[in-house]
């Protein structure tokens, strides 16, 4: 069983088809990234998947489950999370508030019991702070905690979107170009961590990604999107030889 898969899956904005009939599946422990030019659907595919928009046809699977209608709260309890191509933290709260305001949509808590801070309210914000402690550590976002998200260079916030992210614990993780914007050193992190999260806390991974080198370093399959159609997909190399990819991704004729 495949661990999310996409069959014929349409999204339309009036009269525009934003994606047209894409069939797609994943396999549990996968790396796969979604390429092609501007406009071609890339980010389209990640909100549908996420209930951010709606699909006009065809149906999303995740698990076994037909996740096409199923209401966008509950897409992380399914164990789905993502990034952003454009930060989306809390600016005006610290890195640990950050996390923990992840943790907290994790485990849901009776209003009383919350109020009063009973024992089983106690247990579950130490298992909370424990966890967090542990992915800050993972990323090396100790020293930051502190500090408020919107303060710290962007190359951390996107550090600290990525924890957010893990904070749900996710068994599927959709990253919108996490090396967008970052300089070479700092892409070669981001190489790292999406590795140890798909090797060591077993999440499958969908990447949108322009940066070519990140793509091939730690890819299992390329899917390359143009004008809301699969063009080609499959390894690094045999993408990157493909006339066809080099025609609509890197404009060359």
Avoid at 6 to 13: A, H, I, M, R, T
Avoid at 199 to 224: F, K, P, W, Y
Wanted: net charge neutral; charged share 20%; aromatic share 4%.
């Amino acid at each position: 069983m495949s661990e999310l898969e996409l069959n014929g899956l349409e999204v339309s904005f009036g009269g525009i088809r934003a994606l047209r009939g894409i069939a797609l599946d994943l396999e549990q422990g996968e790396i796969v990234s979604l390429i092609g030019p501007n406009g071609a659907g890339k980010t389209t595919v990640l909100n549908a998947i996420c209930r951010m928009v709606e699909a006009s046809r065809g149906s999303i699977s995740y698990r076994g489950q037909d996740i096409t209608r199923v209401r966008p709260h509950l897409i992380a309890r399914l164990g789905i999370a993502r990034t952003f191509q454009n930060i989306h933290l809390l600016t005006g709260a610290t890195v640990l508030e950050n996390l923990m305001t992840a943790r907290h949509t994790q485990t849901p808590m009776n209003p009383l019991a919350a109020l009063v801070f009973s024992h089983r309210a106690k247990q579950a914000e130490l298992r909370n702070r424990e966890s967090v402690e542990e992915i800050l550590a993972f990323l090396g976002l100790q020293r930051f905690r502190r500090q408020a998200a919107g303060e710290l260079p962007y190359g951390i916030q996107k550090v600290v979107e990525l924890a957010r992210a893990l904070c749900l614990e996710p068994k599927m993780l959709l990253l919108d170009e996490p090396a967008a914007g970052l300089d070479t050193e700092e892409v070669a992190d981001m190489a790292l961590w999406i590795q140890d999260i798909n090797r060591r806390r077993g999440a499958t991974i969908l990447m949108i990604e322009h940066n070519m080198n990140l793509v091939a370093r730690v890819s299992d399959r390329v899917v390359v999107l143009d004008q809301g159609r699969i063009l080609t997909q499959g390894t690094p190399e045999s993408v990157q030889a493909s006339p066809d990819v080099a025609r609509a991704y890197l404009g060359m004729s």
